[in-house]
């Protein structure tokens, strides 16, 4: 069965530092991986895609298969990127997303 | 633009109570999922709908049942609501056909059960 682990439930930067949220998964299979985020008072929205391998809103992720992660990361945060952000994986040829615990992410100024 | 909507953003019911939520999308998209988030347990899936009529039992189904009869609408029924079931309800809906997998989410529905 597949199982995704963000192992921060919390996490608190300064603004201006550099900011990484970690993600691994177990999955046996090539699985797709998302990250979703919440911001206050606002819907669930999808972040990035390890498939696109695009930056948004500054953030990046790579899959790395060895190691089984999907860390989120931003070289400089931002206040507004004060939120809770889910790593999500999808099963091959599948359509039910497994999530993670979330991680609240706390940007200080 | 994709737009999921929920009946209720608050609900309270009592112990016992048949619940309703129900979630409507405009998209004409075939999957629809409904979700609950519980601090600290991230998002779980209760059901999801691949088609009219067609469901599947997610990670939590117990307490739980739901109905499609429409492809816009999907219901998340709480056919005897417990204190356990307090919790902040997602419907997301997805179109299969589409590359990005993306799901597109509700703004949620937070149910207390007193």
């Known amino acids: 069965a597949q199982r995704v682990t963000q192992p921060e439930k919390l996490l608190s930067v300064f603004k201006g530092a550099p900011v990484e949220l970690k993600c691994n998964y177990s999955?046996?299979?090539?699985?797709?991986l998302f990250w979703y985020v919440q911001y206050s008072r606002q819907r669930l929205q999808l972040l990035l895609r390890?498939?696109s391998r695009e930056s948004i809103k500054g953030f990046t992720a790579d899959l790395n298969k060895g190691e089984t992660s999907f860390h989120l990361k931003k070289p400089f945060a931002q206040e507004e990127d004060s939120a809770m952000y889910y790593c999500?994986?999808?099963?091959?040829?599948?359509?039910?997303?497994?999530f993670g615990e979330g991680t609240q992410l706390t940007v200080n100024p | 633009d994709v737009k999921v909507t929920q009946s209720s953003r608050y609900l309270v019911k009592r112990t016992g109570e048949k619940v309703f939520l129900e979630c409507v999308q405009d998209?004409?998209?075939?999957?629809m999922f409904w979700y609950r988030q519980d601090p600290g347990l991230g998002l779980r899936l209760i059901y999801f709908?691949?088609?009219?009529?067609?469901?599947e039992k997610g990670d939590i189904p117990e307490g739980y049942s739901v109905s499609r009869e429409k492809k816009e609408r999907f219901s998340l029924i709480l056919e005897s609501a417990s204190t356990n079931q307090t919790s902040m309800y997602l419907c997301a809906s997805r179109d299969p056909g589409q590359g990005t997998s993306e799901q597109y989410f509700g703004p949620g529905t937070r149910l207390t059960v007193t």
């Open positions: 390890h498939i």
């Open positions: 999955y046996s299979g090539s699985p797709e």
């Open positions: 999500a994986l999808l099963r091959a040829s599948g359509s039910r997303l497994t």
């Open positions: 709908s691949y088609d009219v009529k067609m469901k």
């Open positions: 998209m004409d998209h075939e999957n």
